[in-house]
């Protein structure tokens, strides 16, 4: 699982993150794009359903957004809110600073 053969899944008690890819297709810059993506999707709230967090909950745990209650994820000690679980992510996501923006 994973391009590196250690994926974890988020969800469970082996894994101390939010986020774990496990297409094995997928290399490190798809990991991250991958990762970009959840957090845009994250940031502007369309991972913000008990349906989605519920499809998500092997691979992506910060679908929450900013100032929102987490959403509760039986047997997910992991889950946090996208600005709580990885804030550089989140600023990176959300900031809008300098020209053009």
């Given at each position: 699982?994973?391009?590196?053969?250690?994926w974890?899944?988020?969800?469970?008690?082996?894994?101390?993150g939010q986020f774990a890819y496990?297409?094995?297709?997928?290399?490190?810059?798809?990991?991250?794009?991958?990762?970009?993506?959840?957090?845009?999707t994250s940031a502007l709230g369309g991972a913000f359903t008990h349906a989605m967090a519920e499809e998500a909950r092997h691979e992506w745990l910060m679908g929450t957004p900013a100032?929102?209650?987490?959403?509760?994820?039986?047997?997910?000690?992991?889950k946090r809110s996208l600005a709580g679980g990885a804030p550089a992510l989140y600023r990176m996501?959300?900031?809008?600073?300098?020209?053009?923006?």
């Open positions: 699982w994973g391009f590196r053969g250690d974890r899944d988020p969800c469970g008690g082996a894994c101390i496990s297409d094995e297709s997928c290399d490190e810059r798809c990991v991250v794009a991958e990762g970009i993506y959840w957090a845009v100032g929102a209650p987490v959403l509760p994820l039986s047997g997910c000690p992991n996501v959300t900031e809008r600073t300098g020209e053009g923006s």
